[in-house]
């Protein structure tokens, strides 16, 4: 089952334009995480934000959370060409003791940056 | 060491073949997971492992048989498979007490013929 939706599905910006993906979610959640994708390959882990928090940042990459809309946004800033990858939100469930670490996928944001 | 290594890289196998796919780490995490990816879409969470023991089954088939032998190892059989089973499965790993991230594997590209 899918968590919920990010959009845009995809988005094209030049080089040094900031990109933004958003992400909503239908339950309660402990944590939300970012992962990028390159094609074909495996996810990578950007940044997590856990339920009691509001804003992280991480370098380049500023995400937000509001709970009370379960939404979450993503903010690359400064992008480059080597940022075109997919972007996926996921959350974790509130416990993680008794699910393992599972994770529920958002549909995900296809960014690509041209040079 | 932070990778997930999983092997095959490519698998192209017949329908009434038997295969295995392996997953490896050793950064001591207690918690492993087989996913399924179809193109342009998320990742399907299949099986999550915690502690070696099987504690989430996502309704998969059972052509798909999933095996934990030890902390650092995770297989997945198949069996049986049909072709709308081909898909990028990926592996991944994480540490239950440290945190949620999970870190992934390069995925093996499974073509069912």
């Known amino acids: 089952s899918q968590q919920g939706e990010e959009d845009p599905q995809a988005l094209s910006i030049q080089e040094g334009e900031n990109a933004t993906m958003n992400c909503s979610y239908k339950t309660s959640i402990n944590n939300l995480q970012w992962y990028r994708q390159n094609s074909g390959r495996g996810l990578v882990h950007l940044i997590l934000i856990r339920s009691n928090e509001r804003e992280k940042h991480s370098g380049r990459l500023r995400v937000t959370l509001d709970t009370s809309k379960k939404s979450s946004s993503l903010l690359i800033t400064a992008s480059r060409a080597a940022d075109t990858a997919s972007y996926f939100c996921a959350t974790g469930p509130l416990s993680i003791y008794n699910q393992g670490g599972k994770l529920i996928f958002g549909q995900g944001t296809e960014l690509s940056v041209k040079p | 060491d932070t990778e997930v290594t999983q092997t095959p890289k490519h698998l192209v196998m017949g329908m009434t073949n038997k295969k295995s796919l392996k997953c490896e780490q050793h950064m001591g995490h207690r918690a492993m997971y087989w996913y399924k990816q179809k193109a342009k879409k998320p990742p399907e969470l299949m099986f999550v492992?915690?502690?070696?023991?099987?504690?989430i089954n996502e309704s998969v088939p059972s052509r798909f048989s999933p095996e934990c032998p030890n902390s650092s190892l995770l297989n997945l059989h198949l069996h049986a498979l049909q072709p709308e089973d081909s898909a990028l499965y990926l592996c991944?790993?994480?540490?239950?007490?440290?945190?949620?991230?999970?870190?992934f594997g390069q995925g093996t590209r499974l073509t069912v013929v």
């Open positions: 991944a790993s994480s540490q239950l007490s440290r945190g949620p991230e999970a870190f």
């Open positions: 492992y915690s502690y070696e023991k099987l504690s």
